[in-house]
């Protein structure tokens, strides 16, 4: 699928800085258990992924728990969304 070549998941803690391609910026996604996804910036544009950006504000503000942006939905929700961004 698509989709999982254009969310790429980090599997270890020490790779992460170097996951994170030109153009791209990684989101951890989850309600009580996240995952991070590298997702392109032209994402930032989109009105449903801004929407669920202000979700985040609302839930977490600036500061993020996971240390990078964290969006409080559920896996499932958020690949059906950039599935169709892309």
Known sequence: MAIHKILRRSLSAEKRSNEVPKG???VYVG???TKRFVIP???LNNP???ELLFQAEQEFGF????GGLTIPCSEDLFIDLTSRLS
């Open 41 to 43: 910036l032209s994402y």
């Open 48 to 50: 449903s992924f801004q």
């Open 31 to 33: 309600e009580s258990e």
């Open 24 to 26: 791209h910026f990684a």
């Open 63 to 66: 500061h993020h728990p996971m």
